[in-house]
């Protein structure tokens, strides 16, 4: 069978949401469609053009709830497989779970496939390492990755980021611009308030994590601003992310950072409507986001992209780094704080200064950043 009839067969069988790169899910649900959406029902093959004796190597990519068209976490996470079609030759293929109860069923597929044998089975998000613990032990002799855990197994290379730092310097940018007078865009402070707000996803160790960073990086810019924080329990609910930004907006908030997936869409929408400002997660979501770009005055990038890349490259140059655990942070490049495309020619110079500083100390060991809420 060729790429196009195994997934077909796949989806016949009952096997929903597996589908090519460039189509979207046969099963499961964005609230974005994505843009290479076909007349063949968006079942496609991702091959770049390779030669007579196939692709470089054959991908899996098992996404993490809520699809792509998040505009942060799987769609950074589906550019680096992109990438390593362009640059490497490879081929994948996509799954888009619904709900948790998903990830093991689509692992083994991929696992227990042999046309194409997957060479390495991508699995994005901490939610999946039950599944991925019980499947590296099924499938020994299949070589997987995960991003945002870590599984002790031979076969399972983990990848997890410091996002703590890169809050850290979003909790200082928006300590710094909050206690000032600061207008930009759709949004402005309010000089009397000295409040800032996070919005979580599910309340897990490594959301903490975001948290964390950003709480230590507002009390750096200033002891007196105060941080609210508020959990919706979902990464998928843009009506939550709304309703616990506005909460906090109403209560005087100049800025909510979300570290919420699609959830966080919501937080955008709240700013919009309070004339306030937001920051973005995972991705540049002033530029993902557009119609929000007004509001958005940064976002902490975390290359889920850069991770898939490199597990898929190693793959392909025979140098799988199985039971490895690879931490990306500020010093590899692996977060970052990134200034909005509409908005950061408007953030004062001071701030910006005193952001790249804090960058520089945190790269040098001089400032040491919690990893969990104080």
Do not use: W
Request: aromatic share 8%.
């Amino acid at each position: 069978m060729d790429r196009r009839t195994f997934v077909t067969a796949a989806g016949v069988a009952g096997i929903a949401g597996l589908a090519g790169c460039s189509g979207g899910p046969s099963g499961g649900s964005t609230d974005t469609e994505t843009e290479a959406d076909s007349d063949d029902g968006g079942m496609e093959t991702t091959a770049a053009e390779t030669t007579e004796s196939g692709p470089a190597a054959d991908i899996g990519m098992v996404y993490a709830s809520g699809g792509l068209g998040d505009g942060s976490f799987n769609d950074q996470a589906q550019s680096g497989a992109q990438r390593a079609e362009e640059e490497l030759g490879i081929s994948f293929d996509e799954a888009q779970p619904e709900g948790t109860s998903e990830f093991g069923t689509f692992q083994q597929q991929f696992a227990e496939s042999s046309d194409p044998d997957y060479d390495l089975v991508c699995c994005i998000g901490f939610l999946q390492v039950d599944a991925l613990t019980d499947n590296a032990e099924s499938y020994p002799d299949q070589d997987f990755m995960i991003v945002d855990e870590t599984v002790d197994a031979s076969n399972v290379a983990s990848y997890t980021f410091k996002e703590h730092e890169g809050s850290y310097l979003a909790g200082l940018m928006a300590s710094l611009l909050t206690t000032r007078e600061f207008s930009a865009g759709a949004g402005s402070t309010v000089s009397d308030s000295t409040n800032v707000g996070f919005v979580g996803g599910i309340e897990t160790d490594l959301i903490q994590r975001f948290q964390a960073g950003f709480e230590a990086g507002v009390s750096a810019g200033n002891d007196d601003v105060d941080v609210s924080t508020s959990y919706t329990g979902s990464f998928t609910d843009p009506a939550a992310g709304r309703e616990a930004a506005a909460a906090m907006y109403n209560s005087g908030a100049d800025i909510v950072y979300h570290a919420a997936g699609n959830t966080g869409t919501g937080v955008f929408g709240a700013a919009q409507e309070a004339g306030r400002f937001a920051i973005g997660v995972d991705r540049d979501q002033s530029v993902t986001r557009p119609s929000y770009a007004d509001v958005i005055l940064g976002s902490m990038t975390k290359r889920v992209d850069t991770a898939v890349y490199d597990a898929v490259e190693a793959t392909v140059d025979g140098e799988f780094p199985g039971g490895e655990a690879v931490s990306l942070g500020l010093a590899e490049d692996g977060v970052n704080l990134v200034y909005g495309d509409s908005l950061g020619s408007e953030i004062p110079d001071e701030v910006a200064d005193q952001v790249a500083t804090a960058r520089e100390d945190i790269v040098a060991g001089d400032i040491s950043v919690p990893m969990s809420p104080q």
